[in-house]
């Protein structure tokens, strides 16, 4: 063994000796608790699982050990059918003051066993929840719930009441984003077009890029809406805004989100069929194949953007991209097409694309398109 790599090793061994004696001491006997509970759970013996999981909330060396172990031991007992003592214990967790790390989970729990009994309290209890706890994890979960349940029960409008009421009570939070976000989708499904695109726009504007997490859903529905209302060089604007933001790494990559090539495609798309502009459809078009080097519409938009040159009479740069496309995606659906399209374009080798050309693909790129237009 080298010196070098005696030291390398010594050295490796000395923080791993480090960080062991940084762990936390949970202590034996918790960690044993915490085992049988788990073993008595896997094999549906909830009552055992309880008394052992309280045992390790008893022996545990650090509070917030002690603190899961009992909420733990909670859903058992609820799971066993102890749903009293259930009850009782995860209320007491959900009330802790200060809150512990189980007390969203615990009154999320607790209302949805009322919820499920037929207790309509239930329901007030999930409300309180969201209130009190509007950055966990769990909250969106239940507050979509509850709008569910709203929409069920009294209808799109008042839920938007009940919404416009959580807003002044926890719209300053980032639950706040939800909430908007939440509104303007029920003002469309109510057929308030207008209202409902510039309601979308705000939660854009109120919640840009990179925070906002809906941002891009924002932009993508208010981008649906202007074409609905016939404002088409507005539903472009609305993904070009969305699409403006798209970063690149420096490493490798991108900060991709979802919406990025949807949007991209659908902007492409605007251009050719609503807004008459075939330059700039090319462009997007090329601009998913080129940039969105993982989106499984690249060789759609590259097809698209072969058919724009076709159109034009360009037949030398439109079989370019299409040679492109069976050399970079050799398993499109679009590879025969192309060589029965452009007889100098070949297969590749290993190519696992359809053997012939599908009737869908040969009719007219845009027959659907003419149809929709007014």
């Known amino acids: 063994m080298t010196t070098a790599r005696f030291r390398l090793l010594a050295a490796l061994g000395a923080l791993a000796i480090a960080f062991v004696g940084c762990a936390p001491q949970r202590g034996s006997a918790y960690e044993h608790a915490l085992a049988e509970g788990m073993r008595a759970e896997s094999s549906g013996r909830y009552e055992v699982a309880a008394a052992s999981f309280d045992e390790a909330a008893r022996t545990a060396n650090l509070r917030g050990d002690g603190a899961h172990a009992k909420y733990l031991a909670a859903c058992m007992l609820a799971r066993g059918g102890a749903r009293a003592e259930a009850l009782v214990r995860l209320d007491a967790i959900a009330a802790a003051a200060p809150a512990e790390a189980d007390s969203a989970s615990a009154a999320v729990r607790a209302a949805d066993m009322r919820i499920k009994a037929g207790d309509a309290d239930g329901w007030t209890r999930l409300e309180a929840m969201v209130v009190r706890f509007p950055t966990s994890g769990v909250t969106r979960p239940a507050l979509h719930r509850l709008l569910r349940h709203d929409d069920d029960t009294a209808g799109p409008a008042a839920t938007i009441a009940h919404l416009r009421e959580l807003d002044k009570k926890v719209g300053a939070t980032e639950l706040g984003e939800t909430i908007a976000y939440e509104i303007a989708m029920r003002r469309a499904g109510a057929g308030d077009d207008r209202g409902a695109r510039d309601a979308f726009v705000d939660v854009a504007a109120r919640w840009p890029y990179p925070k906002g997490s809906l941002f891009d859903d924002a932009l993508f529905r208010a981008s649906e809406l202007d074409e609905k209302l016939g404002r088409y060089e507005e539903a472009a ?101 192309a060589m029965q399209l452009c007889p100098r374009v070949k297969r590749a080798d290993k190519s696992r694309a359809p053997l012939t050309c599908h009737p869908y693909i040969q009719r007219p790129s845009r027959e659907a398109s003419a149809a929709a237009k007014p």
């Open 237 to 337: 604007k609305d993904l070009e805004q969305m699409l403006d933001e798209r970063e690149v790494a420096r490493l490798s990559g991108s900060y991709q989100r979802p919406r990025y090539s949807p949007a991209l495609f659908r902007l492409a798309t605007l251009y050719r069929d609503r807004l008459h502009d075939k330059e700039r459809a090319r462009s997007a078009f090329h601009r998913l194949y080129a940039d969105f080097t993982t989106s499984v519409l690249r060789d759609d938009a590259l097809w698209q953007e072969a058919e724009l040159w076709r159109e034009d009479g360009d037949t030398g740069t439109a079989c370019e991209r299409l040679a492109a496309l069976t050399e970079d995606i050799p398993d499109s659906r679009y590879v025969p097409c």
